[in-house]
């Protein structure tokens, strides 16, 4: 009962149109819209400009890399990929009114809405108001049902929305998405889903330090995970990325215990190298291989005929349609999305739909047979045609993403902050922060807040009825224990509750100090700033740059105060232009006062961002190891406290709670990197710098003793009788 009412409340279904899936798929577009936010031409192919890296020493033959050690971020909680066979709540898409296959776009939106008898929801991105009115017009032209359809509004590239992302997780059952790197040459595609996950969907989304599209990644059964290898060769050893890395992070930001690579066919058969052009998963154990005809290139051929076996080894059974080449187009039909119980696949003829290839009604006609045997029973084939899309290296999983659907009969709860080990002090503000999803993806309106001083005994109320937005800032009150807990209650719409505790955090008395530029410039606190050639002129080198920032740059970095997204305000410090082939790079050098061995906790923090939504990457020095490193041990390329990629102001946040000494030399000084990887001419822009030392210390027992040293921050002073 409470399913179907939350179906109810979640979807409203209006009539569905009459109108025949050709001739949705024929109508034509409104007029192109003046005002769009885009370029005038938007048929930027699938395949990066400049083309497609090749490895002509690649094995044939797929292999798998299994799980060893992970990283700690996300910090909380069991990741998992959700497959493309699981349930589904919507598709997002990326609809452009100026040359941006409209067409395709708006065949599966209507094919996706337009039956009464399904409930999934359309995301539609959109650059503009107008462009929504655009997109709004052509899909009631083709009988779509505009009640499931949710614009969301944010400038991008390109259509290939699957490629840019947002990669949907599980983390402990509530839905977050992590955000991997796209092409430097797209970077407002690239910001897309964080602009999702923070604006729209309103849930944590966890940057990815790899550079890799939607499209070259299918997750499976059992943790499993399948790629190309394509992935070794967007992201080379060269620049950091092992094979175990490149594992580790699919693990850490994933959920996958299991890697399986799979060869990459020639760039000139297939310009993309993704495996969604030759490979499918229908469910758990049915996948759909492409058989390349006789006469295509020998390797594809290879290729696609060793994965047969590979996957019949997994317990896989293999089905498997047609593909070919006509001078540089892919045909294939393995580039299809499923959604529940309905798979959308690619076609090319005219017999099964108007406006193809009559040489294609065989193909179409096999293909589509081959689908339905695969699929089973109770699964309908929806057939898209892509005539138009097909040249540019893709068809319709592509430009799709799926957002999945929680199905479980209870909410669920995750918190994210305090993840465990955090010392937050009594007078201070500290952001909980959490994560709640009910079945349906219906949103849950409330949360209650609680804490624990002995270890989830009993509770105190911080706050009830508070709006569910995923944050909550406290005022931290009296009290000392290091095994504290945060409890969050969020209350579905029918009241039904979800509970979550955190991890143990340190909940005590103490002091800290801020080391930031406000004082210090030029004293004991310093940067530097220009440009690097690559990470070999960083690494083991504790001031890869030695330019000093001018006194203005110092007033622009000591408040946070920068608004937003604009490269022209001026509290904010504005790199220098980088140089071709190099990288913008900054060191930041604080005294900080504090013993090693009297330290609990040193937090840092940047906010800024690069510019065209390039990675950006904070570490802090390793004196002990000679080397850069995130503060818990690890070190070298890309182990960075955080790392964060956007078009906006965002902050860079790193915590160091062992070791002390290892991160402060014998003066007091601690050093810090703010890194840009891959900018290509482009520049960083930095609003704040700071460093906060936390100290755990009881209050004055007597009103004789001696007050806290002048140079630290008390956070309570006052003489008590007792220790509480």
């Known amino acids: 009962m409470r399913k179907q009412l939350l179906m109810m409340v979640g979807v409203i279904c209006c009539g569905w149109s009459a109108?025949?899936?050709?001739?949705?798929?024929?109508?034509?577009?409104?007029?192109?819209?003046?005002?769009?936010?885009?370029?005038?031409?938007?048929?930027?192919?699938?395949?990066?400009?400049?083309?497609?890296?090749?490895?002509?020493?690649?094995?044939?033959?797929p292999y798998a890399l299994q799980l060893r050690q992970a990283l700690k971020v996300p910090?909380?909680?069991?990741?998992?990929?959700?497959?493309?066979?699981?349930?589904?709540?919507?598709?997002?898409?990326?609809?452009?009114s100026i040359n941006g296959y409209t067409s395709v776009v708006t065949a599966c939106v209507a094919a996706l809405t337009g039956n009464p008898n399904h409930d999934e929801i359309a995301y539609v991105v959109v650059s503009s108001a107008a462009q929504q009115t655009h997109a709004t017009n052509a899909f009631i032209a083709a009988g779509a049902d505009m009640s499931k359809v949710v614009f969301l509004i944010h400038p991008s590239d390109s259509v290939w929305l699957r490629d840019f992302g947002p990669h949907f997780i599980w983390q402990n059952g509530t839905l977050a998405i992590v955000d991997s790197h796209y092409y430097n040459t797209r970077p407002l595609d690239n910001f897309i889903p964080t602009l999702t996950?923070?604006?729209?969907?309103?849930?944590?989304?966890?940057?990815?330090?790899?550079?890799?599209?939607?499209?070259?990644?299918?997750?499976?059964?059992?943790?499993?995970?399948?790629?190309?290898?394509?992935?070794?060769?967007?992201?080379?050893?060269?620049?950091?990325?092992?094979e175990d890395y490149i594992r580790e992070l699919y693990d850490t930001f994933q959920g996958i215990d299991t890697l399986h690579i799979m060869p990459k066919l020639p760039s000139f058969v297939d310009a993309t190298g993704h495996i969604d052009m030759w490979m499918y998963l229908v469910d758990e154990d049915t996948v759909i291989l492409s058989e390349f005809i006789p006469g295509s290139n020998p390797v594809a051929i290879s290729i696609t005929d060793n994965a047969v076996s590979y996957m019949q080894a997994l317990g896989f059974e293999v089905y498997r349609p047609k593909a070919w080449n006509v001078g540089s187009t892919h045909y294939t039909y393995t580039n299809a999305f499923r959604v529940n119980n309905r798979i959308f696949i690619p076609v090319y003829g005219t017999a099964i739909l108007p406006g193809g290839n009559v040489a294609y009604n065989d193909e179409d006609a096999e293909a589509l047979a081959i689908w339905q045997a695969a699929a089973g029973p109770g699964v309908e084939i929806v057939p898209i045609q892509c005539n138009s899309i097909i040249p540019a290296a893709g068809a319709i999983h592509c430009i799709v993403m799926q957002v999945p659907r929680y199905v479980e009969e209870l909410p669920a709860a995750h918190i994210i902050s305090?993840?465990?080990?955090?010392v937050w002090l009594k007078g201070s503000v500290e952001t909980i922060r959490w994560n709640a999803t009910d079945n349906y993806n219906v949103p849950l309106p409330t949360v209650n807040l609680y804490y624990s001083l002995n270890n989830g005994q009993s509770w105190t109320t911080i706050a009830t009825g508070v709006p569910n937005t995923g944050s909550y800032d406290w005022t931290l009150p009296q009290g000392a224990s290091n095994l504290a807990r945060i409890k969050v209650t969020a209350y579905a719409a029918d009241g039904t509750p979800a509970t979550a505790i955190s991890n143990q955090y340190k909940h005590q008395w103490g002091i800290k100090k801020v080391y930031d530029f406000a004082t210090g410039a030029e004293v004991d606190h310093f940067a530097f700033g220009t440009q690097t050639n690559l990470w070999s002129a960083i690494d083991g080198n504790p001031l890869p740059v030695t330019t000093p920032l001018a006194t203005a740059s110092y007033t622009a970095l000591s408040l946070s105060d920068a608004t937003?997204?604009?490269?022209?305000?001026?509290?904010?410090?504005?790199?220098?232009?980088?140089?071709?082939?190099?990288?913008?790079?900054?060191?930041?050098?604080?005294?900080?006062?504090?013993?090693?061995?009297?330290?609990?906790?040193?937090?840092?923090?940047?906010?800024?961002?690069?510019?065209?939504?390039?990675?950006?990457?904070?570490?802090?020095?390793?004196?002990?190891?000679?080397?850069?490193?995130?503060?818990?041990?690890?070190?070298?390329?890309?182990?960075?406290?955080?790392?964060?990629?956007?078009?906006?102001?965002?902050?860079?946040?790193?915590?160091?709670?062992?070791?002390?000494?290892?991160?402060?030399?014998?003066?007091?000084v601690m050093t810090f990197l703010v890194y840009a990887d891959r900018p290509y001419n482009k520049k960083t822009f930095h609003d704040y710098m700071s460093v906060t030392v936390k100290q755990i210390r009881r209050p004055a027992i007597w009103s004789s003793v001696a007050p806290y040293p002048d140079k630290l921050t008390p956070i309570d002073i006052k003489p008590v009788p007792y220790w509480p």
């Not at 109508?27 to 400009?49: F, G, I, Q, T, W």
């Not at 966890?206 to 060769?233: A, E, H, W």
Request: some cysteine; glycine content about 10%.
């Open 564 to 668: 937003g997204g604009s490269t022209s305000d001026p509290n904010r410090y504005n790199s220098p232009t980088v140089s071709a082939g190099y990288e913008s790079t900054h060191v930041f050098e604080f005294t900080i006062t504090e013993l090693p061995s009297k330290i609990n906790e040193i937090a840092v923090k940047w906010e800024g961002f690069a510019d065209t939504c390039m990675d950006v990457e904070l570490y802090v020095w390793d004196y002990a190891h000679q080397n850069w490193s995130n503060g818990q041990g690890l070190l070298g390329q890309h182990r960075a406290m955080d790392t964060y990629a956007g078009n906006r102001d965002e902050t860079l946040v790193g915590y160091i709670r062992s070791n002390f000494a290892d991160y402060i030399d014998e003066d007091g």
């Open 197 to 242: 996950g923070d604006d729209d969907f309103i849930m944590p989304t966890y940057d990815m330090d790899l550079y890799y599209s939607g499209g070259n990644f299918q997750p499976g059964p059992g943790r499993s995970g399948f790629v190309t290898s394509l992935i070794t060769l967007d992201n080379p050893t060269s620049l950091g990325f092992t």
């Open 75 to 96: 910090t909380t909680g069991l990741i998992e990929s959700p497959p493309e066979y699981g349930p589904t709540h919507g598709v997002m898409f990326r609809y452009h």
């Open 418 to 422: 305090p993840a465990g080990g955090e």
């Open 19 to 61: 109108m025949p899936l050709w001739a949705q798929q024929q109508a034509d577009s409104p007029a192109v819209v003046a005002d769009d936010l885009e370029n005038v031409d938007k048929n930027l192919p699938r395949y990066r400009e400049g083309g497609t890296p090749d490895d002509p020493n690649q094995s044939l033959f």
